[in-house]
């Protein structure tokens, strides 16, 4: 076993197992709203998003209980960025997937900014193998920033052309 985490850096890496579920739980809720709006395609597409996170926050936790710790989760948040920007008004129509992504684009910033923070911390106090394991992370929010920003893109060049998301959902689903 690879020695225990410092206790600073241990409450860092609990914060973003706690973050990745709130990610998720974000990421969910938006997907049922999607879902109620008859978005299928991209209410598949944000309940693979919860997937995902899920998978991230159980990996963190498993890095910390390798390394002799016991993960704590906490209370579940309401999914705050949602707040008034979607809801399940039909009035919204297809405007709904472009908010969506909106939220998608913060709820992955924020996972970006605390996943560098982690990795940054790991690197200061000189804990080589969580730098190591965080390291990928970060490298893969990248990714999912420019994809979502690209899903923008077009969103925004459909400008609500009703054939257009028609197909952008249904690729989604994909």
């Not at 850096?9 to 109620?36: M, P, R, S």
């Not at 911390?121 to 990248?142: C, I, K, M, W, Y």
Request: aromatic residues 6%; glycine residues 4%.
């Amino acid at each position: 076993m690879t020695a225990k985490l410092d206790s600073k850096l241990f409450t860092d890496l609990e914060d973003q197992v706690n973050q990745e579920i709130h990610a998720a739980h974000n990421y969910h809720q938006v997907a049922l709203h999607l879902d109620a709006l008859s978005f299928p395609g991209a209410a598949q597409w944000f309940k693979r998003q919860h997937a995902e996170e899920m998978e991230h926050a159980d990996s963190l936790a498993s890095h910390a209980i390798d390394r002799g710790h016991m993960v704590k989760l906490r209370t579940i948040r309401e999914p705050t960025i949602l707040s008034a920007s979607l809801t399940d008004d039909p009035s919204l129509g297809s405007s709904a997937i472009q908010i969506a992504f909106e939220i998608a684009e913060q709820v992955e910033q924020v996972n970006t900014d605390a996943l560098t923070k982690l990795f940054r911390a790991a690197r200061n106090t000189g804990d080589h193998p969580l730098e190591a394991f965080v390291a990928p992370f970060v490298s893969q929010q990248v990714d999912e920033l420019a994809d979502i920003r690209e899903k923008l893109d077009i969103l925004r060049r459909l400008d609500g052309d009703e054939g257009g998301l028609y197909q952008f959902d249904l690729n989604l689903g994909k």
